[in-house]
């Protein structure tokens, strides 16, 4: 009922979409007793199932798992036919749900949101409608869907067929009869996989118009899978659970075998089952590093490829069916019914627009770069502009007048993908930076409507009348959610999870991909921080905690959690012998490193005996002589060995292009300070007066080290100085030691959890040096005279309790006059930025260290290239 605009209608919130979010997000206002608008232009509840009609659409996550778990009588009263369901059973069921919850009563159908304006005096949204009709709402939410909007087609002359245009996402609701029609599918995403089939067994002739092909398996659809029925009839509330904390919103295990190092039986037969399984988020778990390893990745999708060259005759049109150019799962993989099948019929067609692409569309047909075609329908299955084509297709207007376009032109940025700042009580479900596209949709929605609902329940029952992400939280959350996809191989694809897909659309992974059970824990934390990096507001009242929900790198997380479901005892409590075997044990099963051109032993000799140390040469050109870097290894004095550090030499060797000397100084408690320094610089001397044996280029020596072997390199730097030679280019300190002060805050910060403890470095201190001697610079190179040192490149790691000490060192440095990098390890602990090819998000770091030794090295050759 339209009202005079004198007198706006106002609602406690208004919601637009009544899909899955839109619906549930209705029942959650209305439990709390607010009062709910919701608008939808499409014609009924359903949204995605609302739209998509095309022949062939079903869901491709098994239905008895896409599916709402907030109402148990619900469960109980819906029985799904199939495995995975038509698009008509799962529209019913949304119909169902509306019906059972009486939902329809607050929806207004065919009424496009067209604008939304905050008004600040009032602390309201203006909301506006296609027909100019105004309403008020303290609460906005947009529950408009991340694959809602349709792509144009951007192909010359799209507009000048003159026969029917069918797009998948706005299929007529009374069908398509294309019996004996010669019909053009462009497109060859999830929904042209699905319906090209179909559409296939009425027309005489089709053509299907392939730019990218994409990987698929066969969905193996038949009756709800009978061992999830199980699990639901033993434990219903269980099993949502387990999906509400599992990676995609489905309860799987993940795998942690590598394909690298499983046998070629093993490979095949866990390919095997997965692809007779038919379900995505088995076919993505054949390996644990798939999404991560390009090599494990190739693995998959060569078996793939094996697959559709079985299944199709022609050899060229399988060849043109096999996906290549990006990594498999980088792409959204389809599951089809009898798809690549559909290439042996004799009169369907495949013509790749990579070799001869669309030229124009013309009044009757397709003209390509070699061939025109007649067509008598054309059906667009060209995809989405996915998760942000809707937000800003509405024109949202924020505080100050900025608009979500306007704010979001390089890009989105949200908190949580829920908030953006800037725009007070406005939320997203599904938004960019929430598992979304990545996930089991009904879990995802599921989760974001009831963590809206207890917010707005929160404002309320604290007297508070707005609420919006602070800008540290929201660049926090941003940060986060592209170091999740760094460490996989998602942004090497030009995807619609990029943005890709849409002209001029930035590019940005747009999902969060740390998983749903991850994001899960990250809302709640937030929430448990009294609502952690929000600003909320009510009459006289401002309450912010300001702050970053996520800093830590996500692989370094994860091996953070592994460490400590250990259960380690602390190394401090170990005798030095158990603490030495405690680490070698830890350091058995992990990757090598990358190969190098050769790997030497041999002993230097001092006065009291021989230290023991290790070459690294690079492989390949050139030939000849290379700039030496002296490395000592890291251990609090009393740990560590030449196999220690090893995969870390291997990788400084083989990105830096120098010759690497690893060397085991002598080790506390057996021999105390100042023993280890002054091996370290009695190794410096010995190198560089045998740089020519070593392969070394004469004058061109730097020192290196990680931890204790970086406050040896540091004082070998200093007793160099004093002694007059010899000549060090460059120190790279890695994480150094360099004081014995503990009480800086980083020690605090950082002191407990993080594997190197602060009771740990007392240990190693205690072990290493008397208390008297661990002011001489020999022991706390810090307090040392620093003016003349050589240049140096320093890396301090946020999660460090030594990070403050290596800040401090720098800026020492720099106080005299020394050229300093200082290169911030963000996100990292103290060892993780040392942990080659187990924490990937280490390598860009790692990279940055080589670098600095290059710039030691003015006349170095180029280095060579490590991923
Ligand atoms: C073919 C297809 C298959 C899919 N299969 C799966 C699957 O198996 N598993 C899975 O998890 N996900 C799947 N998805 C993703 C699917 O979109 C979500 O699972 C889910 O349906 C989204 O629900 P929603 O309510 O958030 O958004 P939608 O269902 O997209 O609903 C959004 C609604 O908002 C309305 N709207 C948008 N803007 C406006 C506006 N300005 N004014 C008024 N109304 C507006 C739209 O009309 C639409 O009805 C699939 C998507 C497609 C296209």
Partial sequence: MNKPASVPEQFDAVVVGAGFSGLYMLYRLRQLGLSVKVFDSAGDVGGTWYWNRYPGARCDVPTTDYTFSFDPELEKEWTWSEKYATQPEILEYLRFVADRHELRSDIEFSTAVTAARWDEPAKQWVITTGGGREVRCRHYIMATGCLSVAKSPDIEGAERFAGPVYFTSRWPHEGVDFTGQRVAVIGTGSSGIQSIPLIARQASQLTVFQRTANFSIPAHNGPAPAETLRQLDEGRDAYRDAARWSRGGVPVEPTDVLAGAASEEVRRERFEAAWQQGELFGILNVFADQGVNPAANDIVAEMIREKIRATVNDPETAEALCPRGHYFGTKRPCLDTGYFETFNLPHVRLVDLRKEPIVSITEDGIETAGESFGFDAIVYATGFDAMTGALVGADVTGRDGLSLKEKWAAGPSTYLGLMTTGFPNFFMLTGPGSPSVLSNMAVSIEQHVDWVAGCLKDLRDKGLETIEPTELAEAGWNQHNQDCAAITLHPTANSWYMGANVPGKPRVFLPYIGGVG??????????????????????????????????????????????????????????????????????????????????????????????????????????????????????????????????????????????????????????????????????????????????????????????????????????????????????????????????????????????????????????????????????????????????????????????????????????????????????????????????????????????????????????????
């Fill in 518 to 867: 991850a994001y899960r824990q990250a809302c709640d934390d937030v929430v448990t921080q009294d609502y952690l990096g929000f600003t909320r507001t009510g009459p006289g009242a401002v309450r912010c905690t300001d702050g970053v929900i996520r800093s830590m790198q996500p692989d370094v997380a994860m091996v953070m959690e592994f460490v400590n479901a250990l259960g380690l005892p602390p190394m401090e409590t170990l005798s030095a012998a158990d603490a030495r075997a405690l680490m070698a044990a830890t350091a058995e099963n992990r990757p090598p490193g990358p190969e190098v051109g050769e790997v030497t032993d041999g002993v230097i000799p001092i006065p009291d005996g021989t230290l023991p140390y290790r070459l690294y040469r690079p492989a390949g050109p050139p030939e000849g002589p290379r700039p030496l870097v002296v490395y000592f290894h890291g251990g609090g004095w009393v740990l560590g060995n030449l196999d220690s550090d090893d995969p870390l030499c291997r990788d400084l060797c083989a990105r830096s292009g120098a010759v690497v000397v690893s060397v085991n100084y002598r080790h506390a408690p057996e021999v105390r300070f100042p023993a280890a320094a002054l091996d370290a610089f009695a190794a410096v001397q010995w190198a560089d007066a045998n740089a020519i044996e070593l392969g070394g280029i004469p004058g061109q020596l730097a020192v290196a080290g990680w931890s204790a072997g970086a406050n040896v390199a540091a004082v070998a730097c200093q007793l160099a100085r004093d002694a007059g030679g010899p000549r060090i280019t460059g120190q790279l300190l890695i994480c150094p030691a360099v004081d014995s002060d503990l009480t800086r805050p980083s020690y605090e910060e950082n002191g407990d959890g993080y594997i190197l403890t602060t009771a740990l470095m007392r240990w190693f201190w205690d072990h290493y040096a008397d208390p008297a001697d661990r002011g001489d610079p020999r022991a706390a190179p810090l307090r040392g005279d620093l003016a003349g040192l050589p240049p140096a490149c320093i890396v301090a790691a946020d999660f460090d309790p030594l990070r403050d000490e290596g800040v401090a060192y720098a800026r020492a440095l720099e106080a005299a006059a020394v050229p300093v990098r200082l290169t911030r390890a963000r996100g990292h602990t103290h060892t993780s930025v040392t942990m080659v090819d187990v924490v990937i998000s280490g390598a860009p770091v790692r990279a940055e260290m080589a670098a600095a030794l290059g710039d030691f090295f003015p006349a170095a050759e180029p280095q060579a290239h490590v991923s």
